[in-house]
């Protein structure tokens, strides 16, 4: 079983903002696939598919970011998902705006959302799938910048990226992590 999780803020407020790229992958990897996110429960919006006899489930929380691990806290429970079949998708400002990176580990690092998902899991050892989104060029606060839509010049390499972030996505379903972190992470 394979869960993947992408974060972000529900609603046309937040559309395509740079805090809803874990949104944009989960989307991207369902339109890629033919599949459809229409279940709604556990405070989020998700759908089970089958591949190659791996069962995967995507999820979309939508209690907002900050109280994400709510969601996946009360998913996980309900289909008796391990933290090792757990991947979450999510904006970094400390990356490269497009840039991807995979980890199985880590803090929070100053992200709110995974701050609430370690909260909630009680651990930090949980694989995570990051797309930059780099930091603002002018003076303003992190939460203006994070809840804005991409300059024009970051637009295309954070949607090229979307295509890495779904294949990345697709080769854990067939691979051990460690080696789509080599392959993805080069």
């Known amino acids: 079983m394979k869960c993947i999780v992408g974060l972000g803020n529900p609603g046309k407020k937040y559309d395509q903002t740079r805090h809803n790229v874990g949104f944009m992958i989960i989307d991207e990897l369902a339109k890629q696939n033919n599949w459809t996110l229409q279940q709604e429960k556990f405070r989020g919006v998700y759908t089970i598919e089958h591949v190659n006899g791996e069962k995967v489930l995507l999820l979309k929380p939508f209690t907002y970011m900050n109280l994400s691990g709510e969601s996946l806290r009360q998913f996980m429970d309900y289909y008796n998902i391990e933290t090792e079949d757990v991947l979450v998708a999510y904006d970094d400002l400390d990356l490269p705006p497009g840039k991807i990176r995979l980890r199985e580990k880590g803090s929070h690092g100053g992200h709110n959302g995974i701050r609430n998902i370690i909260d ?11 797309i930059g989104i ?3 060029s002018v003076p303003m606060s992190v939460v203006d910048y994070v809840l804005s839509k991409f300059d024009k010049e970051q637009q295309e390499p954070v949607f090229n990226s979307m295509d890495q972030a779904v294949k990345a996505c ?17």
């Not at 909630?120 to 990051?130: A, I, N």
């Not at 697709?170 to 080069?186: G, L, R």
């Open 170 to 186: 697709e080769a854990w379903i067939e691979k051990p992590f460690n080696e789509v972190m080599n392959e993805f992470n080069a």
């Open 120 to 130: 909630h899991l009680g651990t930090k050892e949980f694989k995570r799938l990051r």
């Open 134 to 136: 780099g930091r603002p």
